[in-house]
């Protein structure tokens, strides 16, 4: 077991840095302050290197720009231990380092959401068993991996002690005084779909689309509850209230205990992106992906408390943070009975004060050159807005506690930028912007859905940061039939990106209708997996050694 000073100090923590903290959103050292020398000694070398993209593609492979390779890490019902095999539809990935090479750690895995048809077999319509219940809930939550560098090769270690599952039947405390819907502790947790890390070296895990287990709570206008049936039927088997999920999950990734953070409200949470202040608070920015939902953050008033403090949400019309504290806002007052309902209302309580409705915001990162806060809204086609924006948020004066704010599109998505719904970000070591793309299944490639038809497949792109091509984006990868890229996060070294390639064959309707065979194993069936990609191209961008 290693020691929190040591972790910190292997996470970068403390390190001399222009802005605060952001070696935690880059990865896990802090290169901060040799990244803008480095960036600006590079920029007119960078000139001279030809950064060459890809045209989109539809192919059942995963496909790379000129100097890329990847390599198969994990996938879905690999066994990580004697007890335990890796989770379905990988999304948020996260390496810790236990070496001080960053050559050995733990990879921490979201599992997304299930599908019947690969992981219970069940088909709608037949009589349903708790045996398939419960594959479906072992198939979400998260996983810990024990890997290491090998001769070169990104290995997982069998049977680690680290290694672990986290699903929907685990036990999970809550980090509030009053207990949810009657209890103290929660059964699982599922719909992980991005995350975060703290300063304190543990994983943040975000429920996003929770509705679709235990359905959801909806009020009618006398403020009576009516419970709204979930997709998935879970709540036929297990007898869970649908307020049990929709938090923010901290998991320690070397004693697998969690907590679920109620101060950070209730929604379906993309992401959540903590910023340590000099005095130790914290500020946690976190978007609900849905259509017209809102960007929240939370302002710790004790040093490192995701319990203490003011939740806030975002009026970006006129560029200002509002309280959801039910003290100070007689609307809340009127409609809510006290803090702890505001908190699992939150989209209601956020509503009603003002807030303004989004694009379906999806990531969110802390630029590390800049110190803005970068938001991927995806789409809303309601609105005719089919392929999004990234956003700049700038808090006044840079400081994250800021209550007032502007904001600006970094990139536009649409035809002249050449991508679409941009979803998970990543900034590497040269402070480029990496992100994936998400145009849904049913949309892409889809004949009648013309608007996203010459993007082909979901990809991974990168906005150049410097030289005479900066602010021009790139696609750098394809990923296979009907899957998306997600939880991009490099490696200490910024030498490997580790990637989660998402729900393939995804629109398969049975077993014998594949739409994927993605990784083309001899079983024939579609894995979501987490790949390593390491190339020149990478290094090139990263300036790193042999670039330089
Ligand atoms: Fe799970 Fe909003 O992507
Ligand atoms: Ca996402
Ligand atoms: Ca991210
Ligand atoms: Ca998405």
Redesign the pocket.
């Known amino acids: 077991m290693i020691k929190r000073r040591s972790f910190l100090s292997l996470l970068g923590k403390g390190a001399a840095g222009t802005i605060l903290l952001p070696s935690l959103y880059i990865g896990c050292r802090n290169r901060v302050s040799e990244l803008t020398t480095v960036a600006s000694d590079r920029m007119n070398q960078l000139k001279s290197i030809v950064l060459k993209g890809m045209k989109p593609i539809s192919s059942d492979n995963v496909e790379l720009a000129e100097g890329l390779s990847y390599k198969t890490l994990v996938k879905w019902m690999d066994p990580i231990s004697d007890a335990d095999t890796f989770g379905f539809n990988n999304?948020f990935t996260c390496f810790i380092p236990l070496s001080d090479n960053g050559d050995d750690g733990l990879l921490w895995v979201n599992h997304?959401?299930t599908n019947p048809i690969f992981v219970s077999k069940y088909k709608r319509g037949d009589d349903r068993t708790i045996e398939q219940v419960q594959k479906e809930m072992y198939s979400v939550g998260g996983s810990i991996i024990r890997v290491k560098k090998v001769d070169d090769n990104w290995q997982i270690i069998h049977n680690d002690p680290y290694n672990r599952r986290i699903t929907a039947q685990t036990e999970l405390a809550i980090n509030w005084d009053t207990p949810i819907m009657g209890k103290t502790t929660i059964i699982g947790t599922h719909?992980n779909?991005?995350g975060g890390i703290t300063p304190w070296g543990t994983i943040l895990t975000c429920e996003?689309?929770y509705q679709d287990y235990y359905g959801e709570t909806v009020y009618d206008q006398n403020n009576n509850a009516i419970h709204q049936r979930s997709y998935a039927a879970w709540e036929d088997f297990y007898n869970y209230p649908a307020e049990h999920y929709g938090w923010v999950v901290e998991i320690d990734p070397l004693t697998g205990k969690g907590m679920k953070h109620i101060a950070l409200g209730r929604f379906?949470h993309?992401c959540c992106t903590l910023v340590e202040l000099e005095d130790k608070r914290v500020v946690a920015y976190s978007g609900d992906?849905a259509n017209d939902e809102f960007i929240y953050k939370f302002i710790s008033s004790k040093p490192g408390s995701l319990k203490e403090g003011t939740l806030y949400v975002a009026d970006t019309v006129n560029g200002k943070w509002i309280s959801l504290d039910y003290e100070k806002q007689p609307a809340l007052q009127e409609k809510f009975k006290n803090q702890t309902e505001v908190l699992i209302r939150a989209r209601e309580a956020a509503r009603l004060v003002g807030a303004s409705p989004q694009d379906?915001p999806?990531?969110i990162e802390i630029d590390p050159i800049t110190g803005h806060v970068v938001i991927a809204l995806?789409n809303n086609k309601p609105k005719n807005q089919y392929h999004g924006t990234i956003l700049k948020l700038i808090e006044t004066d840079n400081q994250y506690d800021s209550l007032s704010f502007t904001t600006e599109a970094l990139a536009t998505g649409g035809k002249e930028s050449g991508f679409s719904c941009p979803?998970?970000l990543v900034f590497d070591l040269a402070g480029n912007l990496w992100f994936t793309s998400?145009i849904s299944g049913g949309s892409m490639n889809n004949p009648k859905v013309t608007e996203y038809l010459e993007f082909k497949n979901n990809g991974l792109f990168v906005v150049l940061r410097h030289g005479e091509e900066a602010g021009k984006v790139i696609q750098i990868a394809s990923a296979p039939m009907d899957a998306e890229f997600?939880g991009p996060w490099f490696s200490p070294d910024y030498k490997t990106l580790f990637l989660s390639v998402q729900h393939p064959g995804g629109n398969s309707s049975s077993l014998n209708q594949l739409t994927s065979t993605w990784p083309h194993d001899e079983d024939g069936l579609p894995k979501p997996s987490v790949i390593t990609i390491e190339g020149d191209l990478l290094e090139k961008l990263n300036f790193l050694d042999k670039f330089q």
């Open positions: 999304d997304e959401a719909s779909c991005s996003e689309n379906c993309e992906d379906r999806e990531d995806t979803d998970n998400d997600t």
